[in-house]
């Protein structure tokens, strides 16, 4: 399975963002998606999940109520809606996928290459 992330971009505080990973190679409905971001300068962290049934999400306590992940499997696309953005949103956003694994521990096996989003004050 190949990820492919877009959607990044420069925003100012408040604002939204939508991000998308499209999978190739294979079917997204199979596999348990996820989105991590890096900071400059900071780890690598989680920021939400959903289950390859989509009958469950997940998010960190730092995006919950701002951001929400959903899935269009007939697009094979899973998407992150990013709203009240704030400066500290500022990172490199990742999508993972996995057959198995649905955790908030970046273990999970297909990466994409990301997308960077700013977020000016």
């Known amino acids: 399975v190949q990820l492919q992330a877009s959607g990044g971009g420069l925003v100012q505080a408040g604002g939204s963002l939508r991000l998308s990973c499209a999978a190739s190679?294979?079917?997204?409905?199979?596999?348990?998606m996820a989105w991590f971001r890096q900071g400059p300068g900071k780890e690598r962290e989680f920021v939400a999940r959903v289950k390859s049934s989509g009958s469950s999400t997940y998010y960190a306590d730092s995006v919950k109520g701002r951001f929400t992940i959903s899935r269009d499997s007939a697009k094979n696309t899973v998407y992150l809606q990013m709203n009240s953005l704030k400066p500290e949103d500022t990172a490199v956003y990742y999508c993972a996928a996995d057959p198995l694994y649905y955790g908030r521990y970046a273990t999970y096996t297909y990466w994409g290459q990301g997308t960077l989003v700013t977020v000016s004050s």
């Open positions: 190679g294979g079917t997204d409905s199979g596999y348990h």
